[in-house]
């Protein structure tokens, strides 16, 4: 180790030796008489590594183990219980035990369409800041993007984060109907423009209806697209691109509208296609398109704004 010494100007100023040129370094005090200075190397924040790249997976009887508890999952124990029956965790403490979320709506299904948009105006997050606003911003954007090329993978990347849920710190937040920034594999497979997920969304129209077929076809490509995709982010990419018909279904939302139309809060292709059946039957998405405004430019992202009455810490 080589020792320097060198003498401060009147600003306590001194400079580096030629190495440390153009550098970005770390000056770390350890005391008041030492200082310790280190090279720096700064990595882009789309460079950074995934923390699923360094997950082991699991060995073939874990992955049993877990399927099966997912499938099979125990008994409340005491404690839980007890949690359960004091109320704490619950959004609103009126909300008894049985269909607390089903029975805070009523019944969603013949829910007619005035009461339907008054509970998306309604929305609050946090308290004092409405979100319609900027959730139809987020739509809008999106709608242009969608209308702007043919295919997804003509976008440009940024546009392909938008619709994807990738971008933060932006107004309108472009998080609102779901947040799929914690999945580094779908993050990955958007920066290098998966082929996969653009032909999967081409399955999809942007207007008429839309069969199972379509959906099954989307799904087939979507879920093959990219290793560990789910249809959490798959019903993103739905309810960006037809939000008319499709929700994004995640943890944040998924206990609450799975219970309001009776089923079960399974992850797979099928539990979510049920869903938006049972969604197409109500009576507030068979409600004719209202004359112009704010109420039409909901009506026609109807399905989407669910995430308005579901999305956890949301109050009504």
């Given at each position: ?65 877990f399927l099966a508890l997912l499938d099979n999952p125990p008994p409340p124990n005491d404690a839980l219980r007890g ?234």
């Amino acid at each position: 180790m080589t020792i320097l010494t060198y003498t401060t100007d009147e600003k306590a100023r001194i400079t580096l030796p030629k190495h440390f040129a153009n550098s970005t370094i770390l000056v770390e005090q350890v005391s008041e008489t030492e200082l310790r200075i280190r090279k720096a190397r700064v990595i882009p924040e789309d460079d950074l590594p995934f923390v699923e790249e360094a997950m082991a997976p699991l060995s073939d009887r874990d992955r049993d183990v877990f399927l099966a508890l997912l499938d099979n999952p125990p008994p409340p124990n005491d404690a839980l219980r007890g949690l359960l029956k004091s109320g704490h965790g619950r959004q609103n403490k009126g909300d008894t035990d049985e269909g607390s979320r089903s029975g805070q709506f009523g019944d969603l299904v013949s829910l007619s369409w005035p009461d339907f948009f008054a509970r998306v105006r309604a929305e609050q997050h946090p308290p004092g800041h409405p979100l319609m606003q900027e959730r139809l911003q987020v739509l809008h954007e999106i709608r242009q993007l969608f209308a702007q090329t043919v295919h997804f993978r003509d976008l440009d990347y940024a546009g392909r984060r938008k619709i994807a849920g990738l971008v933060k710190n932006a107004h309108p937040d472009f998080l609102l109907f779901g947040s799929m920034q914690a999945v580094g594999l779908f993050k990955q497979a958007i920066k290098d423009n998966n082929e996969g997920i653009s032909l999967a969304l081409d399955e999809i129209p942007l207007d008429g209806d839309i069969s199972r077929d379509q959906f099954q076809r989307f799904t087939d490509r979507f879920l093959k697209a990219f290793k560990r995709s789910g249809m959490a982010l798959a019903s993103r990419l739905l309810a960006m691109k037809r939000p008319d018909t499709f929700i994004c279904v995640n943890n944040e939302n998924r206990e609450g509208l799975f219970q309001a139309f009776r089923l079960s809060p399974s992850r797979d292709a099928d539990a979510y296609w049920d869903l938006i059946e049972r969604v197409r039957a109500c009576t507030w998405w068979k409600a004719p398109p209202p004359a112009a405004g704010d109420e039409r430019e909901v009506w026609k992202a109807r399905a989407a704004f669910l995430d308005a009455l579901f999305y956890t810490g949301v109050g009504m």
